[in-house]
């Protein structure tokens, strides 16, 4: 088991849906008791991914409720928290926060957050308190094009009018940060991907971050940089976190395990927003995270239907960004992570603790301790396996890992005491809930 203390033999005793008791097997009450023996597999906090896109209502054809949260059992995954773009309506209102709540009835496969959004029509009012109230963890903002209309980006002006209510309210501001800056057109053609790269250079995430750390000091709001790319802005991070400021940042697996290197002329399941960078970048990263600049890794799976990548013709300009990643992050990470002498608990800290903290969920998820959900997953962090469209749960069989060999495989997934899912199959029914913020009244 993995636990507070490290990998070690534990009996874990659950009391219904809760942990009870973390007992050495020599204890009385281990002996007494109706033991499961889970052999050499390592059991893990169930993992809590804080960035998913599952777009329903509106775009349940891209993903919904149901196939994404089969897919997060699959893969270990038992907490997640939606993000508030791609659904119609978006999420940047008490209302529209109430109607996806409805979407969720029995179809949840594990436990599900949800973030907010900000955008210039609700940075001042009162909305984003009321969402607050209505449940929401945190919220979210953009100060690039989000890829939809209907959520606009946020000027300074409506990011510094938004963020004192976001920090009265107890909530994070998470921030896709990119700052689209002159660029030249690049001369290579659209179907490669040094065309795509060279459109949005790491220099829009550095601004975007350097405008975030001054507001972060100017509000005291709680910031929190999503889907960081850009190895570049470590240092600035490392600055403000040194000067205590509440700032955090995120990385992904597609980050951490893919090269811009590698990807093929046409092959725009790659592509994403901020671009995967060169090697000497995505060592960079791994500098920062294993050094703690980076807080946590989660998936920003980010799905769309298969005409989206517009495969036939392979422009990367006119693809949807997003990589599909949820059900397989944990091997992706432990295959790069092991590779370069990190361990069990540094991915239990990334995957499992950090956003469970971020989400404001801390207190009752990501841990094996007494008094925290018996949510967990059970791995082989020994066994390879090669990628298939077999092992895939999401809507849509699309995914830039197919194919790769990855070490680490998950066994099983426990949520609430319950075994969901069990070497290849879900067993039961839906069984999980929404998680509301603590500013929820009812």
């Not at 007494?32 to 896109?53: Q, R, S």
């Not at 700032?247 to 592509?271: M, N, Q, W």
């Not at 092991?338 to 998820?365: Q, T």
């Not at 949510?375 to 999401?394: I, K």
Request: glycine letters at 10%; hydrophobic letters at 40%.
């Amino acid at each position: 088991m993995l636990g507070d203390d490290g990998l070690s033999d534990r009996v874990v005793v659950l009391d219904g849906g809760t942990i009870a008791a973390v007992l050495a097997p020599s204890d009385p009450r281990a002996l007494a008791a109706d033991v499961e023996d889970l052999g050499d597999l390592v059991l893990m906090p169930g993992l809590v991914d804080c960035h998913v896109h599952l777009n329903e209502p509106g775009r349940t054809e891209w993903e919904g409720f149901e196939t994404g949260t089969r897919a997060a059992a699959a893969g270990g995954v038992t907490t997640l928290v939606d993000m508030p773009l791609n659904c119609i309506p978006v999420t940047t209102s008490a209302d529209a926060l109430r109607q996806k709540l409805a979407a969720t009835q029995q179809k949840l496969w594990v436990d599900v957050g949800f973030w907010g959004g900000v955008v210039p029509a609700n940075s001042r009012g009162g909305e984003l308190t009321a969402m607050a109230k209505a449940g929401a963890l945190g919220c979210k903002a953009f100060m690039v094009h989000s890829g939809i209309d209907d959520f606009p980006d946020c000027r300074e002006e409506h990011l510094r009018a938004a963020m004192p209510e976001l920090r009265d309210s107890g909530m994070p501001l998470l921030v896709h940060a990119e700052l689209e800056l002159a660029t030249s057109e690049p001369s290579s053609p659209r179907t490669t991907y040094a065309h795509y790269l060279a459109s949005r250079p790491a220099a829009w995430e550095e601004a975007a971050i350097a405008r975030m750390v001054r507001l972060c000091r100017e509000t005291e709001c709680r910031v929190h940089v999503v889907h960081l790319s850009a190895a570049g802005a470590l240092p600035m991070i490392a600055d403000a976190k040194r000067e205590g400021l509440p700032f955090s940042v995120e990385s992904c697996p597609h980050y951490l395990c893919l090269r811009a290197e590698d990807i093929a002329d046409g092959a725009t399941a790659f592509k994403c927003a901020p671009p995967i960078r060169e090697e000497h970048n995505r060592e960079g990263l791994w500098r920062g995270l294993s050094s703690g600049i980076i807080d946590l890794v989660v998936s920003d799976h980010s799905p769309c239907t298969p005409e989206l990548k517009v495969p036939e013709r392979g422009d990367f300009m006119d693809a949807w960004g997003g990589i599909a990643s949820l059900g397989w992050g944990l091997p992706a990470i432990w295959t790069e992570a092991s590779a370069r002498g990190a361990s069990l608990e540094d991915v239990a800290r990334w995957m499992c603790r950090k956003p469970a903290e971020l989400a404001g969920l801390g207190e009752r998820k990501g841990r094996i301790a007494p008094g925290f959900a018996a949510d967990f997953v059970l791995w082989d962090p020994d066994e390879r396996f090669t990628l298939t469209s077999a092992h895939l749960f999401q809507r849509h069989a699309i995914s830039p890992y197919l194919g790769r060999e990855f070490r680490g495989r998950v066994h099983g997934t426990w949520l609430a005491g319950q075994k969901i899912f069990e070497r290849g199959s879900h067993i039961g029914g839906p069984r999980g809930i929404p998680l509301l913020g603590r500013g929820h009244s009812a």
